[in-house]
């Protein structure tokens, strides 16, 4: 017999739902955003390879919170330290935010079809001596435009591929009509 899944920050969704199915509910009523996991191929694709830390990152739940939670509901042992975990929220005295240069929009770049990537390279190499770039937040292609390029791909696939059985299927009938 297994042993059973330990819960942690880096377990993956799909491990823990295979191995707790209860937690599917306690997970949706923590963080409604985890209704998506009924759906099948979000299930099988994403929450394979998402661990609880980016899922907690994800519902807005800090991390340790979701684990004991989840913990909690399947008997093991609370996360230790987790209650008094405390972050760093006072600026350290040697950062100077006259030394962050400004911060580059790439969400902006990639709307209008640019590619930020050669705009960060020139930046940092223009970057003077102890000046630093901020982190940027994470981000994605816009959805409209990549469904929309989704979209058209699809309907010229379909296209070609009526024209191609519909010149196939001329063809033969011309064939038969000799």
């Not at 899944?5 to 409604?32: D, F, H, N």
């Not at 939670?69 to 935010?97: H, I, N, S």
Request: net charge positive; no cysteine.
């Amino acid at each position: 017999m297994a042993a059973p899944l330990v819960i942690t920050p880096q377990t993956k969704v799909l491990a823990l739902l295979e191995a707790y199915p209860q937690l599917e509910e306690v997970l949706i009523a923590r963080v409604p955003a985890f209704q998506k996991l009924k759906n099948p191929i979000l299930r099988r694709t994403v929450a394979r390879v998402a661990t609880l830390q980016q899922a907690a990152a994800v519902g807005g739940v800090p991390v340790a919170e979701l684990v004991n939670l989840l913990r909690r509901e399947v008997g093991q042992d609370l996360l230790a330290g987790a209650a008094g975990t405390a972050y760093a929220t006072e600026r350290p005295a040697w950062f100077d935010p006259a030394l962050l240069a400004p911060p580059v929009d790439a969400g902006a770049m990639l709307a209008a079809g640019e590619q930020p990537v050669h705009r960060v390279l020139t930046d940092l190499k223009e970057l003077p001596r102890g000046a630093s770039t901020p982190s940027p937040p994470p981000s994605s292609p816009p959805r409209s435009s990549t469904r929309r390029r989704a979209s058209a791909s699809r309907t010229t696939s379909s296209r070609r591929r009526a024209a191609a059985s519909s010149s196939t299927s001329t063809g033969t009938e011309a064939a038969g009509n000799r």
